[in-house]
């Protein structure tokens, strides 16, 4: 089989929305307040582990899926709750990926799917399909005994052409390929989606944070169209220009998000965050030496209070919180 060189075609529409595109990122580049807004970070993230699992029929609300995050106990399907888990893992290794490995795809998909499938991280040995909401097959899917090779040459491919290829359109073009191979017996949608956002969060930090998924999910009609057009079209251009417009959108969201004014207590849920590590417990008298503060009512009201409250501090002792064991960690 000769080297597969995915094929696509730039358009002037391309053009318009990565202009567009640069437009948007230059201006949430000269606010500082998303920088200094984590709950609206952690929202962010939130909505994109939220709406990519949607889009795979993953019944369980926002409400529900930030409890489930919090370590609260959630009434729902074993299996959704499982996703939900997975899926805050994967979304947490974003920073030690790199987007051109495959050992690393193969990381992330065994993390996305623990408990879920049969195989977490191997790609597939069956034949597959790609269905649609409504349970169409929309994609008969290459036999197994491509998988390997195909996956081996797109990520060569890639590593090619990253230094000449824009990451808006390489992060497309890849997002298609990965789901027309459907390397992966489960999971191939969420992981496709997650790798989009690793890619360009390698080129912009700001796409760490921005909940691309969840415009995926308010046009996942749209979504599936522009798959089974590229499908038939034997090319990815169609994909790629709807993508770009997804992105498009859901910065111009983060714009107008972003121009909210910073308030004190923004300022002092940073700050907290800052001195604390993810999931490590943390006595109020290691918080106030940190923070250069003596006084256990200006940690509680000031700081401790408003971050319990946003959701970014929990309690290691919730059901007692004047314990005097209590400790706070950062999730």
Not at 179 to 205: C, M, Y
Request: with cysteine; aromatic share 10%.
């Amino acid at each position: 089989m000769k080297n597969y060189i995915p094929p696509f075609t730039i358009t002037s529409k391309m053009v318009d929305y990565i202009s567009s595109i640069m437009e948007k990122i230059g201006k949430l580049d000269n606010y500082t307040n998303f920088k200094k807004m984590p709950t609206l970070r952690r929202d962010n993230k939130i909505r994109s582990i939220q709406s990519s699992l949607a889009i795979e029929a993953n019944s369980l609300s926002i409400d529900q899926v930030k409890a489930v995050i919090s370590g609260k106990t959630v009434i729902g399907p074993q299996k959704e709750i499982q996703e939900v888990k997975n899926a805050y893992k994967a979304y947490e290794m974003i920073n030690d990926i790199d987007p051109y490995s495959i050992k690393d795809l193969k990381k992330i998909h065994k993390t996305m799917t623990y408990l879920i499938v049969n195989e977490p991280g191997e790609f597939r040995k069956e034949n597959e399909g790609v269905f649609d909401e409504n349970g169409n097959c929309i994609h008969v899917c290459p036999p197994p005994e491509q998988v390997d090779i195909l996956m081996n040459q797109l990520f060569a491919w890639m590593k090619k052409r990253k230094n000449d290829i824009h990451p808006l359109i390489l992060s497309s073009i890849f997002h298609y390929e990965f789901v027309f191979i459907h390397p992966f017996e489960d999971g191939n949608g969420r992981t496709a989606r997650l790798w989009q956002n690793i890619i360009l969060s390698g080129w912009k930090e700001i796409f760490e944070y921005l909940p691309i998924e969840s415009e995926l999910k308010k046009y996942q009609a749209g979504y599936y169209k522009a798959i089974d057009d590229c499908n038939q079209n034997g090319d990815s251009t169609i994909f790629i220009e709807f993508m770009l417009k997804m992105i498009d959108e859901v910065l111009e969201e983060s714009v107008n998000a972003s121009t909210i004014p910073i308030t004190e207590k923004t300022i002092n849920i940073n700050k907290l965050l800052q001195v604390m590590e993810y999931n490590v417990p943390m006595t109020a008298n290691d918080i106030m030496n940190k923070l250069g503060i003596k006084s256990k009512e200006t940690l509680r009201s000031t700081y401790l209070d408003p971050a319990i409250n946003a959701g970014l501090v929990a309690l290691t002792i919730p059901d007692k919180p004047t314990s005097k064991n209590q400790m706070y960690y950062k999730f």
